[in-house]
């Protein structure tokens, strides 16, 4: 049994790993979805958290840990900055907003080629995120989501998402609220730029664009944002979805397509609201035998 698992993990490890650094830069987002924060600043934070964890470990000589701190506390910083003015701005104009502080890294980093390599990125990084890692900061981040959605700030949060006008009015501070989120995605999402710099050996200011931050808005939105565990569900399914359709590369992207605007347009809860579908209809179901004549008898 232990061989069969050790020559799992041998063969799946890039896959395993993928999926516990993609739930990590989901829970950045469902932090900001939380709070009715469809941000597009994900490409962004992770860009500061990855190029600053690898001028610390390659050019300052730090060791790894601080390194990733260092990066996350860049991102949160930049976060702040820039959470300020854009959480004054709704919808569609927040989005374009995060999406302008996303491009703006971008190209500094496509132009600073002193620090970030310009348009051909950093090679040969040195290794040295393990999958344990990854795993322990998804537990860490899962338990601390958890135990602020059981707090007083939790139930603020769920009140601003619910009506942020009532919130205000019942007392609750929106703008700090929300701000205090931002800035925890930023963090999260710049660990999650520092720990996939030094597993992949490179990072490119490509790496960092509109698409990945479109790709982490997927991940918990396609999980259910309702859910604890549906950034986790929705970013290995995501991961895991190309893998399984390699054996049509040419309809694969087609087909992951479909089955996105599939499920967003069946289950607008995500995936994890089937469960509630389920626990529904079983009441239901008690309800109906209970209302039937005799049933109280029996």
């Not at 496509?110 to 322990?136: C, M, Q």
């Not at 999650?192 to 790709?215: Q, T």
């Not at 604890?228 to 087609?254: D, H, K, W, Y």
């Amino acid at each position: 049994m232990s061989a069969w698992i050790g020559q799992f993990f041998a063969s799946y490890s890039n896959i395993i790993d993928l999926c516990l650094l993609n739930s990590l830069i989901a829970y950045g987002l469902f932090l900001a979805l939380s709070a009715n924060m469809f941000s597009l600043a994900t490409g962004g934070f992770m860009a500061l958290g990855a190029y600053c964890s690898v001028y610390c470990t390659m050019e300052l000589g730090w060791p790894f840990a601080p390194a990733v701190i260092a990066g996350s506390l860049l991102s949160a910083l930049g976060a702040a900055l820039i959470g300020a003015p854009v959480l004054r701005l709704r919808g569609d104009y927040f989005m374009l907003a995060t999406f302008a502080f996303t491009e703006v890294v971008r190209v500094i980093a496509l132009n600073w080629d002193s620090v970030t390599g310009g348009a051909i990125g950093i090679v040969s990084i040195p290794r040295y995120t393990e999958t344990w890692h990854l795993a322990l900061a998804v537990v860490v981040i899962l338990y601390v989501t958890y135990t602020l959605r059981r707090s007083y700030f939790g139930r603020a949060i769920a009140a601003i998402k619910q009506d942020d006008v009532v919130a205000q009015s019942m007392g609750v501070n929106v703008f700090a609220h929300r701000l205090s989120l931002f800035i925890a995605s930023g963090f999260i999402c710049g660990a999650a730029g520092a720990l996939a710099a030094h597993l992949n050996y490179f990072i490119g200011p490509s790496d960092f664009g509109l698409l990945r931050s479109v790709d982490a808005l997927i991940y918990p939105i396609l999980g259910g944002v309702n859910s604890l565990v549906g950034p986790v569900v929705g970013a290995i399914f995501t991961t895991i979805l190309p893998e399984a359709l390699r054996f049509s590369n040419q309809l694969r992207e087609i087909l992951m397509g479909a089955l996105v605007v599939a499920i967003v347009l069946y289950l607008p809860g995500g995936a994890m609201s089937v469960l509630n579908l389920r626990r529904r209809r079983t009441g239901a179901r008690g309800v109906e035998l209970a209302a039937q004549p005799g049933s109280a008898k029996t």
